[in-house]
């Protein structure tokens, strides 16, 4: 079965410092790998994805991710935190070279970060 | 602001009723996704149309249902609602089927059942 684990469900991080929200996956072949952030009251927002080549992908608003294949884990990273990161990301998975067509989310991780 | 569109915002009802969302794709796209996060079962799919086709089915239940009209808006019918059905209900769209492409995410309507 495809899932997706974010083992955290708050990080806090003060703001300046640099952040890590984990997420590992399990799937049938190789997989499509997506970053999203929900804000409040608001829809999710695609931040990043990872489909083929470089292991390290940058993204939106600084984010970055690296793939790692034999960990089977996609941790979002991001430098030097600010407060308005402050939000709910949510990892996702969609296998490749499957007929499975949904995508697969964690359960979110809500990303605090302090002034 | 993704260019999805869902109405309401707000849908407060009681148990046994039905209910219909509304969800507009962005320009272009033909494939619209449902989705309903609940506190207890986190972001879960329900449902894929594409052109007007049901594409993918997830969890959905069989009191649900969905459409995709000839315009490309989808509606997301819900009934003999319970409890549990609370949740927020989000559609997204992609311009192609196939969900390797990122999904853009309407603002989600919120449905409280009493």
């Known amino acids: 079965a495809q899932s997706v684990a974010q083992p955290e469900d708050q990080v806090n991080v003060a703001e300046g410092n640099p952040l890590t929200v984990k997420c590992t996956y399990s799937v049938s072949g190789n997989p499509y790998l997506f970053w999203y952030v929900q804000y409040p009251n608001r829809g999710l927002q695609f931040l990043l994805k990872?489909?083929?080549?470089?292991?390290l992908v940058k993204g939106s608003y600084g984010f970055e991710a690296e793939f790692n294949k034999s960990q089977t884990s996609f941790h979002l990273k991001k430098p030097s935190a600010l407060v308005s990161d402050s939000a709910l990301y949510f990892c996702a998975v969609r296998p490749l070279n499957t007929g499975f067509q949904k995508l697969v989310f964690g359960t979110g991780t809500r990303l605090l970060v302090s002034p | 602001d993704s260019g999805v569109t869902q109405t309401p915002k707000h849908l407060i009802t009681a148990t046994g009723q039905r209910v219909t969302l509304r969800c507009s794709p962005r320009s272009g796209d033909l494939s619209v996704y449902w989705y309903q996060q609940s506190l207890d079962q986190g972001l879960q799919f329900l449902i894929q149309y594409y052109n007007g086709e049901e594409r993918a089915k997830g969890n959905i239940l069989e009191r649900f249902s969905a459409q995709q009209f000839p315009d490309l808006h989808s509606e997301l019918n819900l009934s003999s609602l319970e409890l549990g059905d609370s949740a927020l209900y989000f559609c997204a769209s992609t311009q192609v089927a196939d969900s390797y492409n990122e999904q853009f995410f309407g603002p989600g309507t919120r449905l409280t059942v009493l």
């Open positions: 990872y489909i083929t080549g470089d292991n």
